[in-house]
């Protein structure tokens, strides 16, 4: 695997059910991000982790909670979510954050029923 | 707080004829700009950035853009386009320079027609 992976590509829940999201960054990176595409709206940042620390949490419903246990991982972990929460959720990587390029996964389209 | 407009929603071009996708942004300090592209079922890529220097910047296929304090504006240009090139095209600017924090805009859909 190179580059950004994101499992599943795909998910389809309900209200009620509890999943996760997964990111793996195989580019030696140490800080990875969340983001939210819903259909015409701007990209949302939801979260940042530097080393394995949080240091961006953009206003986000607790019913998201991101976990990052290594460099190299980062899940988002879904419970009791809403419709309004159907998007696309990309996850990224970048050397550091001093403006680095963040590098993109493909994403998981997630449908909320 | 920093905003990103992309004026176009959608901008229909032939094959081989130059493109323009508008970009104007917000804010009283400075400021790094980007443009990333994103292929149907793919994550986005970086095209370019401006971080400081030459107003004019070259990034990958062709593509070019070029900096205006005065106007707060971040065109992308390329001069001839390729089916190809038919991708949602993204502005973005950040905040500081020690956040990796990025913020969008909409996003533009070229769509080349043969």
């Known amino acids: 695997e190179t580059g950004v992976t994101q499992t599943p590509r795909h998910l389809v829940m309900g209200m009620t059910n509890k999943k996760s999201l997964k990111c793996e960054q195989h580019?030696?990176?140490?800080?990875m991000y969340w983001y939210k595409q819903s259909a015409k709206k701007p990209l949302e940042l939801m979260f940042v982790?530097?080393?394995?620390?949080?240091?961006e949490n953009n206003s986000v419903p607790s019913r998201f909670s991101p976990e990052c246990p290594n460099s190299s991982h980062l899940f988002l972990h879904l419970h009791t979510l809403q419709p309004e929460d159907s998007a696309l959720y990309l996850c990224?990587?970048?050397?550091?954050?001093?403006?680095?390029?963040?590098?993109f996964g493909p994403g998981t389209r997630l449908t909320v029923t | 707080a920093q905003s990103v407009t992309q004026l176009d929603s959608q901008v229909p071009v032939f094959e081989e004829a130059p493109v323009e996708l508008r970009c104007n942004y917000s804010?009283?300090?400075?400021?790094?700009l980007f443009w990333y592209v994103q292929y149907p079922n793919q994550g986005l890529q970086l095209l370019l950035k401006?971080?400081?220097?030459?107003?004019l910047v070259k990034g990958i296929n062709g593509f070019e853009a070029e900096f205006n304090k005065s106007q707060t504006s971040f065109h992308l240009r390329k001069p001839s386009v390729h089916i190809s090139d038919t991708a949602e095209y993204f502005c973005?600017?950040?905040?500081?320079?020690?956040?990796?924090?990025?913020?969008f805009g909409q996003g533009t859909t070229l769509q080349v027609k043969p």
């Open positions: 990224a990587s970048s050397q550091g954050l001093q403006l680095y390029e963040q590098y």
């Open positions: 804010s009283s300090v400075s400021v790094y």
């Open positions: 401006y971080l400081s220097g030459s107003t």
């Open positions: 973005a600017v950040s905040e500081s320079r020690n956040t990796g924090k990025l913020i």
């Open positions: 982790y530097s080393l394995e620390e949080r240091v």
């Open positions: 580019l030696g990176h140490n800080a």
